[in-house]
């Protein structure tokens, strides 16, 4: 029994295939193929008229439309044109958009933009190939069947057309075949039907085969997409520590304030005017942040935009607005064999300051008490082979620590810990390293970023 219910089952399943296109649905796609090849037939036409041309030229100036066998040769002397045009890079964006909107083959199963390689080319040419011969043949079809069906429907009740059949046929009106030649003009309609959906389906099968993904293309879009996650994490980590240092620097600031308002008008005044300028700077380099969005992938480089902060430039107004918060900073900086931290290549300098801006950023979050901050640039004594000699390499060392809020007894403040993987990921990009933790009461954050000049 159970047998039979799965063959019944497989028959129920193989009967929907096959009435499928009988649907509107598949009447509909059938349609549209035959659109597809139908185009592909009229692309031919330039091919097959320069072919016609030189085989006429070649058979001594004949017409070679005039001639069926003429026709076969110009038909068969064009599809080599072809699949050399079909080599060349427009061929396989041409042929997606047309499968895409005749065929019903979902988008990602096709390849995107033009071939990366000979072996995708090539298998877009015959794909191109296949399209225009096949298109072409259904194309003559098209034509010629259906007047000729339409003839032989007419033949018993239009005289004139009976009487023009040869007479062996019997289609005149009063002979025994005068209802033969509608059955035969049906079938000849049917046939063409059947044989527009089978070069259609068969098409819309090798598609993905001929003009999908190859291997480069997937590893191109695999490239793309993570340049494009790249960028997005870069617009995280800036947006994170531009605006979240603001928001906890003017969060500090207006608390301070408020608790000696009545007292020290002075340290108010001070606290607003930190709060003022920390709001004006962050708006600026949101900006910049912004031009990410818009027109570069640089911060800060697009025309207008702010130019991003650096140690030399902007350490000291950091740390003074940090200090109007009332945090007491101790900064120890010893720019060593560069003289100033001016001399700091810029990309190391705008990721240092970012770093730095972090850890006052958890300071004012999650610590407590005074923060020392110490940056030095040295010649680190790693050895190099057998010996100890130093390798000639320098790096920006960034030492800061300060108390854990549990040895202060501040209520500690709730925070994601994202900056603390934008910092690492910003000295990883550099070939340096982020070390973050607490020990002895202390909170202590170290980055050692490289000088040299690798940036990955």
Do not use: K
Not at 116 to 122: E, I, K, L, T
Not at 184 to 205: I, M, P
Not at 220 to 226: G, H, S, T
Not at 242 to 268: I, K, M, W, Y
Request: charged residues 20%; contains cysteine; aromatic residues 4%.
């Amino acid at each position: 029994m159970g047998l039979g219910a799965g063959r019944s089952l497989g028959g129920r399943r193989g009967a929907a295939r096959s009435s499928g296109w009988l649907t509107r649905a598949g009447l509909a796609r059938v349609g549209l193929r035959w659109v597809h090849l139908v185009l592909g037939g009229a692309l031919l036409m330039p091919y097959f008229l320069l072919t016609e041309v030189v085989v006429g030229v070649v058979d001594g100036g004949a017409n070679a439309l005039n001639s069926f066998p003429l026709a076969l040769i110009s038909y068969a002397a064009a599809l080599p044109l072809v699949a050399i045009s079909g080599v060349f890079p427009l061929a396989r964006p041409m042929s997606v958009a047309a499968v895409r909107a005749l065929c019903g083959v979902p988008g990602e199963l096709l390849a995107q933009g033009p071939g990366r390689s000979w072996a995708a080319r090539c298998r877009a040419s015959a794909w191109w190939t296949l399209h225009l011969g096949l298109g072409a043949a259904v194309s003559g079809m098209t034509l010629a069947v259906p007047p000729m069906g339409v003839v032989l429907i007419a033949v018993p009740f239009v005289t004139p057309l009976a009487d023009t059949a040869p007479p062996g046929l019997g289609w005149a009106a009063d002979g025994p075949g005068a209802y033969a030649a509608p059955l035969l003009g049906v079938a000849v309609l049917g046939a063409l039907a059947l044989c527009a959906a089978g070069a259609g389906a068969l098409l819309a099968r090798l598609a993905p085969v001929l003009l999908g993904p190859t291997g480069a293309d997937r590893l191109a879009a695999a490239e793309e997409r993570a340049a494009d996650l790249a960028v997005r994490n870069r617009l995280a980590r800036e947006l994170h520590d531009a605006v979240g240092h603001a928001l906890s620097a003017v969060t500090l600031q207006a608390g301070a304030a408020r608790r000696v308002l009545e007292t020290d008008p002075e340290f108010v005044r001070e606290a607003l005017a930190a709060i003022e300028d920390t709001a004006r700077r962050t708006v600026g380099e949101l900006d910049a942040v912004l031009g990410l969005l818009r027109e570069g992938d640089g911060v800060g480089e697009r025309t207008g935009a702010a130019p991003a902060p650096t140690l030399a430039a902007d350490l000291e107004g950091l740390l003074a607005r940090s200090r109007a918060g009332g945090v007491r900073i101790t900064a120890r900086q010893d720019p060593g064999p560069v003289g100033d931290w001016g001399q700091l290549p810029a990309i190391v300098s705008r990721e240092a300051y970012r770093i730095v801006q972090e850890g006052l950023s958890n300071a004012l979050r999650h610590g407590g008490g005074a923060v020392d901050l110490r940056l030095r640039v040295h010649v680190p004594g790693r050895p190099r082979g057998g010996d100890h000699t130093h390798d000639g390499s320098r790096e920006l060392e960034l030492i800061m620590t300060n108390p854990l809020v549990e040895a202060t007894g501040r209520e500690p403040r709730s925070g994601g810990g994202r900056g603390l993987r934008g910092a690492a990921e910003r000295a990883v990009l550099l070939g340096g390293v982020v070390e973050a933790g607490g020990l002895g009461g202390q909170w202590r954050l170290r980055a050692v970023l490289p000088l040299g000049g690798g940036a990955r």
